[in-house]
Each structure stands twice: as C-alpha cells, then as structure tokens.
C-alpha cells in the first residue's frame, strides 16, 4: 500500500509537530491511485481528496510504499470508512491512554492508515497501544 505523509503551513499543523517533538510530518493518508483516502478534522471525518489537492495542499510530503500481503483488502477497508467521524476522543486519547485507537466507530488520520495496514495483512502495533501518531506510523515504515 501507499501512504502519503504531508504537512502543511497552519497552526493546527504545528502543534501537531510539536506534539511529537518536532516531527516530520502531521498528517497521513492512504494513497489509492489518483486518490487520497484519509480523515480530516475540519472535514469532520474520513473523506476521499484528489492526490493532487492533497500534494498542492502540503508545504512538503513524501509518498512511502509498505508491502502488504493484500493491498486490495486493504484499500476496500479504507474505503468502506469513508463517512465515518473524527476521531477527537483517539486524539486526546493518546495523550492520555484511554482509547482503543482500533474501535472501528471514528478515525483519526494515523489511526485510519495503520488499520487499513492491518486489514492488508501487515500489523505494525500491539492491539493495546494507546494510539499512533503520523511519526509514529512513518517512523515504523520498513524500507
């Protein structure tokens, strides 16, 4: 699967960053084709962005190729999330561990690609994490 990793000139961006300890990036998504699938705060959830938005839209991105065993599995998962909510308890959650970052009823960016891994077949995180933030997930990529 592709996950594209991105950031963008805001503040919201920023303290993102900064909530890793000056990060890399601040938000993911998954990359299907000409497409993005990834969740948004101020789209209020899981929605489907042209690549091209999603990369105009960034001050810098980098697109990453995790090999799973089903990407197909993977990306009709993503898809079938479009519509759901934001996950803001998972965000706050993972400051303060009290979140299955895997409940299936919202998602928050990371959360949403890390899972659509697993749907592929590649689980990078113990199911008891307290969540994953987009370094996390970058981090984590074997290349």
Request: include cysteine.
């Amino acid at each position: 699967m592709r996950l594209i990793y991105a950031r963008h000139l805001s503040v919201s961006s920023a303290l993102v960053r900064l909530g890793q300890w000056f990060g890399l990036w601040s938000h993911v998504g998954i990359l299907d084709g000409y497409v993005v699938i990834h969740s948004l705060a101020r789209k209020g959830g899981v929605v489907i962005t042209p690549a091209e938005d999603v990369i105009r839209g960034a001050s810098e991105y980098e697109v990453v190729d995790v090999p799973t065993p089903d990407d197909g599995r993977g990306l009709a998962w993503a898809h079938a999330q479009v519509g759901k909510p934001y996950d803001w308890t998972g965000v706050v959650g993972i400051a303060l561990a009290q979140r299955d970052w895997q409940q299936d009823d919202a998602w928050y960016c990371s959360e949403l690609a890390e899972r659509a891994l697993a749907e592929a077949g590649v689980q990078r995180w113990r199911p008891n994490a307290r969540g994953v933030t987009p370094c996390m997930s970058y981090y984590n990529v074997t290349r």
